[in-house]
T-cell receptor, first 113, second 110 residues
Framework: SQTIHQWPATLVQPVGSPLSLECTVE??????LYWYRQAAGRGLQLLFY??????ISSEVPQNLSASRPQDRQFILSSKKLLLSDSGFYLC????????????FGPGTRLTVI | QKEVEQNSGPLSVPEGAIASLNCTYS??????FFWYRQYSGKSPELIMS????GDKEDGRFTAQLNKASQYVSLLIRDSQPSDSATYLC??????????FGSGTRLLVRP
């Protein structure tokens, strides 16, 4: 069966500090991978998606970036965090067909102070 | 802007009742539809997916899709206190992007 991991689970970072969140998927190959952000009491906002190694599409212009160095690894980064970057960051995967179901990891709760 | 609309609630039902959650979407070219449950502080977990008009049943859950009316719903029969959560409707639109509603909070009273 497939499993998706995210770490860290929680993170408190000062404004202006860098960020690196990691997501890995087990039990499947060549998944589509997604990064979402959920602000408090809000819906999910798609940030990035990837259909393969090195292939990243950005949905929202911002100070975040994503990379996919390996087939089942997806990383979300920032060079300098803003207060508005606070939120619940969720990684998700789906099979090759983009209309297919997306399955979510446990999430990382980021608080920027 | 493509949208998915849900009533934020809370929807309060007594234990054992049927809970009815509704969702409308704006993109007529949408292809697949999903319901996720999200407990407070946790990530969304899939309940149901539905791709064609009509009803789809899975245990106590029934998803209903009406593409002509651009409407999708989720019925929860014999509601339990453990069903209390936020239910997210998600629609895969014509550009293969999954659009989420802001969710409906369900409270099941013991």
């Amino acid at each position: 069966s497939q499993t998706i991991h995210q770490w860290p689970a929680t993170l408190v970072q000062p404004v202006g500090s860098p960020l690196s969140l990691e997501c890995t998927v087990e039990g499947t190959s060549n998944p589509n991978l997604y990064w979402y952000r959920q602000a408090a009491g809000r819906g999910l906002q798609l940030l990035f998606y990837s259909v393969g190694i090195g292939q990243i599409s950005s949905e929202v212009p911002q100070n975040l970036s994503a990379s996919r160095p390996q087939d089942r690894q997806f990383i979300l980064s920032s060079k300098k965090l803003l207060l508005s970057d606070s939120g619940f960051y969720l990684c998700a995967w789906s099979r090759g067909v983009r209309t297919d179901t997306q399955y979510f990891g446990p999430g990382t709760r980021l608080t920027v102070i | 802007q493509k949208e998915v609309e849900q009533n934020s609630g809370p929807l309060s039902v007594p234990e054992g009742a049927i809970a009815s959650l509704n969702c409308t979407y704006s993109d007529r070219g949408s292809q697949s539809f999903f319901w996720y449950r999200q407990y407070s502080g946790k990530s969304p977990e899939l309940i149901m997916s539905i791709y064609s008009n009509g009803d789809k049943e899975d245990g106590r859950f029934t998803a209903q899709l009406n593409k002509a009316s651009q409407y999708v719903s989720l019925l929860i029969r014999d509601s339990q206190p453990s069903d209390s959560a936020t239910y997210l409707c998600a629609v895969c639109d014509s550009s293969y992007k999954l659009i989420f509603g802001s969710g409906t909070r369900l409270l099941v009273r013991p």
